[in-house]
């Protein structure tokens, strides 16, 4: 079946720019997560929707970071006045449920900001 | 919050050598611990997990040991393979993550 998919796969932006980055999940599953990876570290969580309500948005780094999800399957991560700082690939995984359930990955977005 | 720490960064090891990947937490209260095999240009992709209900784990050429006492659980690789160099992700709690260690099997 289809897996975790990702859109745009690349993404170039000027700074203060607005961007959108959109995450289809494996169709059923109800928990949803944001991570963002940058080069050589490990993914950093940004936040985590169980169906439509962010159930923990504590990785968000600053409120120009969004992220909603409003009818439990397609997730959009919003980032207003981009700045350089924000350039890394944006990660998105699913799973069944919450809790400890296998997480499935998308290939990311590859966010440049110049 | 949960912070996990992994050792080492880069590992390079001979084809059919054995690969040993260690991560320290340090919330008590942890009870997942999933790793990652990321290869280029993709996401990670889960190649084992535990449960501190148990100690180890093991699948094929693949283990994973938890010691909850110490707080610290780690990776085994037997019988490497050149397709096995990647980079591996700890994680504990789910969402998180080690730096990652940049695994690489000399033919």
């Known amino acids: 079946g289809a897996g975790v998919s990702q859109t745009p796969s690349n993404k170039v932006t000027e700074k203060g720019k607005y961007v959108e980055l959109r995450c289809d999940p494996i169709s059923g599953h109800t928990a949803l997560y944001w991570y963002r990876q940058s080069l050589g ?43 350089r700082g924000d350039s890394a690939v944006y990660l998105c995984a699913s799973s069944l449920a919450g809790g400890g359930e296998t997480q499935y990955f998308g290939p990311g977005t590859r966010l440049l900001v110049l | 919050g949960e912070n996990v720490e992994q050792h080492p960064s880069t590992l390079s090891v001979q084809e059919g050598d054995s690969a040993v990947i260690k991560c320290t937490y340090s919330d008590s209260a942890s009870n997942y611990f999933p790793w990652y095999k990321q290869e280029l240009g993709k996401g990670p992709q889960l190649i084992i997990d535990i449960r501190s ?9 693949i283990a994973v040991t938890l010691n909850k006492t110490a707080k610290h659980f780690s990776l085994h690789i037997t019988e490497t393979q050149p397709e096995d ?7 504990a709690q789910v969402m998180r993550f080690g730096a990652g260690t940049r695994l690489t099997v000399k033919p």
């Open chain 1, 41 to 83: 570290q490990g993914p950093e969580f940004l936040i985590y929707f169980q169906g439509t309500g962010a159930a923990d948005d504590s990785g968000l780094p600053n409120d120009r970071f969004f992220a909603v999800r409003p009818e439990g399957s397609v997730s959009t991560l919003k980032i207003q006045r981009t700045e």
């Open chain 2, 53 to 61: 209900n148990v100690g180890e784990k093991k699948d094929q050429r």
């Open chain 2, 85 to 91: 160099s990647a980079v591996y992700f700890c994680a």
